[in-house]
């Protein structure tokens, strides 16, 4: 696992598929938006249902305070897709099957065997302004992503 991401780092770049099948690369974002990317443990479980329909519910928020809602997760585009599709989110799912990702942003697994629920608000230079690190405050990752995005 690589040196945990922290506040004031910037985020490196990456490219994964997104539920589309589309190759999207984090670098084609920043510079024009401020990115929430959260790492959630897998597509249509019930907490990271919650989360997701969580930053659905809030998604023009994001939007008006300058932001792009990205989540990431090991399960594959289809499965991102029938997740997407159900609860009718409108943001980027990115699928990180190998966990390449989550490893080199250092995302902590809870107790050895779950992937880590974390959440980074990047700014449009890709400095990371803060992480929300919580495997059950579902809402929580968007209540504070909010505060960060909005200077609380």
Not at 78 to 101: M, R, Y
Request: glycine share 10%; with cysteine; hydrophobic share 35%.
């Amino acid at each position: 696992m690589g040196t945990p991401i922290r506040e004031g780092d910037t985020i490196p770049n990456f490219t994964l598929p997104s539920q589309t099948g589309q190759m999207i690369e984090l670098k084609e974002i920043l510079g024009k938006k401020a990115i929430v990317l959260y790492f959630y443990p897998k597509d249509d479980t019930p907490g990271c249902t919650t989360e997701s329909c969580a930053f659905r519910d809030s998604y023009t928020v994001f939007q008006d305070a300058g932001a792009e809602v990205i989540g990431i997760s090991a399960d594959s585009p289809e499965s991102h897709s029938k997740f997407a599709e159900k609860h009718q989110l409108p943001f980027i799912l990115l699928s990180d099957t190998g966990n390449k990702v989550r490893k080199l942003f250092g995302v902590p697994s809870t107790l050895g065997i779950l992937p880590g629920r974390v959440t980074y608000v990047v700014d449009p230079q890709g400095m990371v302004r803060k992480i929300f690190n919580s495997q059950l405050n579902f809402k929580g990752h968007v209540e504070e992503s909010l505060k960060a995005l909005q200077g609380g």
